[in-house]
């Protein structure tokens, strides 16, 4: 069993990099921070150096990535991983200055998802410099898709820590690695990919404000401001460039006492069960898993 201690970055594929980082900053409200490395820009939103990093290229999403406790875990996730059957590849010195980490492993998971796995994240000690008022606090969570979230799970919480803190029917499956309600998502998707970022901000009037500062940017919204039974937290997700949907949210659940915690099992029918307050609904816009040789089939 390999222990995640906490989710560290989505890389993400930008067509237009400028664009990518302009919305990344002045609608989401990140810190663009300037690594001088052509062609990637680096967004922050914590104590992280960053969280989203976008590469020049194809459009899609690159890796979404985990870390774990130091060099020796992740030798041994490395090896467990082998002996499962995956196929593990060891970052080398320049991918991992990239990722400003000191060491990563990347593989696929049995869906299709590349995932990374990683030690030494770096921490910036200054206060981030958000581009806006956003309210942002952290980097909250990131949601994949497979095409059936009992198998994902079952991978997550056999070869991983991660455990089940609700499901919604066969539609998505909501895990946690420490105490906060999720850190990890699966949502059903025919193909591999992104279904969202999650940023948290500190107060319910940012959910708001930032509900108006989108819809003055003409930004797509494609669920929200709504709240989620599951978290209990209050939610708005929205379409950036790139295909990549991100979600605000204040209010996420922690789950203190672990032994009492049972799994809930919501009805995707039910109306009310994404969104308590009964607003429409909708599958967040997925951004597609690339593989080296373009976007997967
Ligand atoms: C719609 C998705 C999978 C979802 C459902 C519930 C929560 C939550 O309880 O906070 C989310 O964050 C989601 O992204
Ligand atoms: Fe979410």
């Known amino acids: 069993m390999i222990e995640l201690v906490d989710i560290a970055y989505v890389r993400s594929g930008a067509a237009d990099l400028a664009g990518a980082v302009r919305f990344a900053t002045e609608v989401v409200g990140l810190e663009h921070v300037d690594g001088g490395e052509p062609g990637v820009a680096h967004l922050r939103a914590d104590g992280r150096h960053h969280c989203l990093a976008f590469v020049e290229g194809v459009s899609g999403v690159i890796a979404s990535a985990f870390t774990v406790a130091d060099p020796g875990a992740l030798a041994l996730a490395e090896t467990e991983l082998e002996t499962r059957g995956f196929a593990v590849r060891r970052g080398d010195a320049a991918e991992a200055r990239s990722r400003r980490v000191s060491?990563?492993?990347?593989?696929?998971?049995?869906?299709?998802?590349?995932?990374?796995?990683?030690?030494?994240?770096?921490?910036?000690?200054?206060?981030?410099?958000?581009?806006?008022?956003?309210?942002?606090?952290?980097?909250?969570?990131?949601?994949?898709?497979?095409?059936?979230?009992?198998?994902?799970?079952?991978?997550?919480?056999?070869?991983?820590?991660?455990?089940?803190?609700?499901?919604?029917?066969?539609?998505?499956?909501?895990?946690?690695?420490d105490e906060v309600h999720h850190k990890l998502a699966v949502f059903q998707g025919d193909r591999p990919g992104l279904c969202h970022v999650n940023f948290q901000v500190a107060e319910l009037d940012d959910v708001f404000r930032n509900w108006h500062h989108l819809q003055d940017h003409d930004v797509v919204i494609e669920m929200g401001p709504g709240r989620h039974p599951q978290s209990g937290a209050v939610f708005l997700y929205f379409l950036g460039p790139e295909g990549l949907t991100y979600e605000y949210s204040y209010g996420v659940r922690r789950i203190t006492d672990e032994a009492a915690w049972r799994p809930r099992f919501f009805d995707p029918a039910e109306r009310g069960s994404i969104d308590m307050w009964l607003g429409p609904t909708q599958k967040p816009i997925t951004q597609p898993q690339l593989i080296p040789e373009g976007i997967r089939p």
């Open 103 to 177: 060491e990563f492993v990347a593989f696929d998971d049995p869906f299709g998802n590349r995932i990374e796995l990683v030690v030494g994240q770096q921490t910036l000690a200054r206060p981030v410099r958000f581009a806006r008022g956003s309210g942002i606090t952290e980097f909250g969570h990131l949601c994949l898709d497979a095409p059936d979230i009992t198998e994902a799970h079952r991978f997550w919480s056999t070869t991983f820590n991660a455990r089940a803190s609700d499901w919604i029917g066969d539609a998505a499956c909501l895990m946690r690695i």
